[in-house]
């Protein structure tokens, strides 16, 4: 039923094409996104540095109803351009990364992201007063819920539960204000969107990120799937875990993900909401660890080491999901095992060729 729904939700977006400007269009999330978009027939400027992961190429790139531009976020003056003609507004452009981002760059996180906010609302608040943009769409994180003692989690711990611990986290917490007071001042509808941990192909190697040893192995990625898939590809045995393993968390496709942004950009119930991206599934650590071993080596038995965890390791993260499907009729449908099936193979390949 949850897959008809979205089906049929994405089905009603697709009568009606939009333009929309997504910042951040070349990064993981991004790639997902716009070609979604694309195949639901919309017009997407895309605006990207490439200072994650290097230029990339998407499948995309020569779509005509792509229009790419290799720029700062942060320019404000670029951003109001581009939004003349947009109906809509995605922000994802951030800096952000795993545990290892938030101790390495624990002040820039916070600078760098305020600027690439300040500069997405204040074109956002032009272009609603002066054009035809409906609202701005903005991926703020679960993050904000690194406090919190609520699970499963609703949208409404984001301010009853304490603040953040993380300049990260705090700072996606900040964006979540700037979206209450451009709305409040300057009438500017808005959609928070609160993704976990997103799971999918085409990530690379963070330019930025400095290598963390994790037993024999050092490591510069952003998400735990590659970082455990690699470790076990360059022979680690036993695998070594940040922490005891006993972490909860709750992953996402990034194709489904992109559809839940979707479904809550285009959604008139959506104005001014917030949504809890996300499957509704919980998973140890240790349990996905065992998942992906069992995709390289079959054979082999399952041995593991538990290394210190890093400040800033949240032991569990369980969304309640409920809102996006009463709202917007959303539901994630793809499962971990299914994700998997799919990265795992695709992170071999990366590593064999030394893109990875």
Known sequence: MAKYENRKLINEHEQ??????????AGFIGGYLVEELLKQDHTVIGVDNYSKYGKVEKS??????????ENDAKDVRLLKRLLVDCDHFIALAAMVGGITYCHEFAYDLLAENERITIAGFDAAIDAHQKHRLKKITFLSSSMVYESTTVF????????????????????????????????????????????FNCVGTGEGKAMTGKEVESGNVKLAMSHVVPDLAIKILRGQDPLHILGDGKQVRHYIYGADLAKG???ATFSDKALNEDYNISSARSTTVLELAEMIWQRIHPNKSFKYVSDPALQHDITKVAPDVSKAKKHLGYEATTSLEEMLDEVVPWIVKQVEIGAL
């Open 16 to 25: 009606s094409e939009m333009r929309i400007l997504v910042t951040g269009s």
């Open 60 to 69: 995309y790139d020569k779509n005509p109803n792509y229009e790419f531009h």
């Open 152 to 195: 499963p989690t609703p949208e409404s711990a984001a301010r009853s539960s304490a603040p953040p611990q993380s300049t990260y986290g705090f700072q996606k917490l900040a964006c979540e204000y700037f979206a209450q007071g451009a709305r409040e001042q300057y009438q500017l509808p808005y959609t928070i969107i609160r993704p």
């Open 261 to 263: 942004i979707i479904a």
